[in-house]
């Protein structure tokens, strides 16, 4: 793909987990293509993930584009809680606009907190995945 004059590859709108991530990013891109992923949808806009370093062992983290969007995780069974870093939990939208304001607004997917990482002060989430992936088979695709 290099080869080729490929540079870069833009990705979202699908669970990426980390042996899926390392897989693109070692076998088809070959370290020598940018990979660039996101996460998002209409009410939020996109959140930006982080380069990966090798402690986040190919799990990719995204940040809201706040203050505009925010994004929490959340025990799914008491919502008004917050997870504990590094625990599996609902995500939660709050946006606000000048036009639109949506609070706690449960989103269809699950993921992990993030503690807050340059240049983003605010928590993050990771390895996202449709919410009941667990227990469910869950089909994702275009909707």
Known sequence: LYDAGIRGCFVGGTTMTPQYVRFIIEEVLENRIGFYPTYGNTLMGLAASVPLTPEDNFSITY??????????????????????????????????????????????????????????????????????????TIVEGVY
């Open 63 to 136: 940040y809201a584009p706040q203050p505009r969007a925010v994004l929490r995780v959340v025990d799914s069974k008491a919502t008004e809680n917050t997870v504990e870093y590094d625990a599996w939990g609902r995500v939660e939208l709050t946006t606000l606009s000048k036009e639109f304001f949506m609070p706690r607004f449960l989103e269809r997917d699950e993921a992990m907190r993030r503690r807050p990482r340059a240049p983003y002060a605010w928590d993050g989430v990771a390895d996202v995945r449709p919410f009941g992936a667990m227990e469910k």
